[in-house]
């Protein structure tokens, strides 16, 4: 999370999670992103989780959520009947874990626990 504060690309959280997960011996899924928390549900800014170009920096007092579902196996996934659901497609281990960060303006605050 140091890697969250003023002026860091949002690009930079996706570089950072990919190659420490590729590193450990993990894929990323990129299909699923972190998002902005305010008035508009899952708004911007959009958090990829893989090496990606979305424009922008933090910016002191942005809240978002960085949530990146990591696999012991393929990147594929799907998403199950119930619409909601999503596996992998070789059905190997997956977990995702999700934070809420603010932007301050000496670096940031870790909302959830």
């Known amino acids: 999370m140091n890697l969250c504060k003023p002026e860091t690309k949002f690009s930079d959280i996706g570089e950072a999670i990919y190659y420490h997960a590729q ?3 993990f894929e990323v899924k990129g299909e699923f ?3 902005g928390i305010g008035k508009y549900f899952h708004g ?3 958090i990829y989780h893989v090496p990606n170009d979305y424009p922008g ?3 002191p007092g942005m809240t978002f959520t960085i949530e990146p579902i990591l ?3 393929s990147d594929r996934m799907t998403i199950l009947k119930d619409g909601w659901t999503a596996i992998t497609c070789d059905n190997s281990r ?3 874990c999700e934070h809420t960060v ?3 303006e000496s670096g940031v ?3 959830t626990l």
């Open 23 to 25: 590193e450990s011996g």
């Open 57 to 59: 920096t933090m910016l």
């Open 33 to 35: 992103t972190g998002h």
């Open 109 to 111: 605050e870790i909302l």
């Open 44 to 46: 911007p800014p959009d």
């Open 94 to 96: 997956a977990a995702q």
């Open 71 to 73: 696999s012991e196996g």
């Open 102 to 104: 603010l932007i301050t």
